[in-house]
Nanobody, 114 residues
Framework: VQLQASGGGLVQAGGSLRLSCAAS????????MGWYRQPPGKQRELVAT???????NYADSVKGRFTISRDNAKNTVYLQMNSLKPEDTAVYYC?????????WGQGTVVTVSS
């Protein structure tokens, strides 16, 4: 299974970006999909996850600003990021869990300027 993330870029504080991550390969049933991020010099952290039934979970730092969604037919997860802050600057990674195995995308860079 391969995950391809896209949608990162440079944006001013207060702006918006939408990330996408599509899974391809031999896919039977993806349980949880999610987004994580690694700010410069820091460890990777959870941003948001979503189950196959649509139940979402968010880090406190992004609640009310970010929205995770998925298209099960396309095996794709999205992250709509609004009201971006400089502290949201990070490499964003997507994850897909299938039969207790985690697959990771290559990361997409989000830079928020003040």
């Amino acid at each position: 299974v391969q995950l391809q993330a896209s949608g990162g870029g440079l944006v001013q504080a207060g702006g918006s970006l939408r990330l996408s991550c599509a899974a391809s390969g031999t896919i039977f049933s993806i349980n949880v999909m999610g987004w994580y991020r690694q700010p410069p010099g820091k460890q990777r952290e959870l941003v948001a996850t979503i189950t196959s039934s649509g139940s979402a979970n968010y880090a406190d730092s992004v609640k009310g600003r970010f929205t995770i969604s998925r298209d099960n037919a396309k095996n794709t997860v999205y992250l709509q990021m609004n009201s971006l802050k400089p502290e949201d600057t990070a490499v964003y990674y997507c994850r897909a869990e299938m039969y207790s195995i985690n697959y990771w995308g290559q990361g997409t860079v989000v830079t928020v300027s003040s």
